[in-house]
């Protein structure tokens, strides 16, 4: 059983950045893939950002690339992501989420095998 806990989020205005992490506890972190999900009022909950478990690969939904970068240290048992050129529409809930011995280049929730509570972020206009 892996447990996922997220920071770092918060209140930005336009054209900020953040940076979450996910510390993970709880099982043998470089097994699983990793990503980053959102889900922002009334929507439902969308993928943002994948990490292979070496880190090797990356994969991102079109409206971040360029923006946000996924990464990890597999020491630390963390993932992270690097937000930047924050806009309004960023405004969600981000959860992680773990992939057993997954690609790195999955964005389906089923696909994902454990979750966070999520952390908010909130970008003012």
């Known amino acids: 059983q892996v447990q996922l806990v997220e920071s770092g989020g918060g209140l930005v205005q336009t054209g900020g950045s953040l940076r979450l992490s996910c510390s993970a506890s709880?099982?043998?972190?470089?097994?699983?893939?990793m990503g980053w999900f959102r889900q922002a009022p009334g929507k439902e909950r969308e993928f943002v950002a994948a990490?292979?478990?070496?880190?090797?690969?990356?994969y991102y939904q079109d409206s971040v690339k360029g923006r946000f970068t996924i990464s990890r240290d597999n020491a630390k048992g963390t993932v992270y992501l690097q937000m930047s050129s924050l806009k309004p529409e960023d405004t969600a809930v981000y959860y992680c989420a773990a992939d057993w011995r997954g690609s790195g280049r999955r964005g389906k929730i089923y696909d994902y095998d454990y979750w966070g509570q999520g952390t908010q972020v909130t970008v003012s206009s």
């Open positions: 990490i292979s478990w070496t880190g090797d690969n990356t």
């Open positions: 709880g099982g043998t972190f470089s097994n699983y893939a």
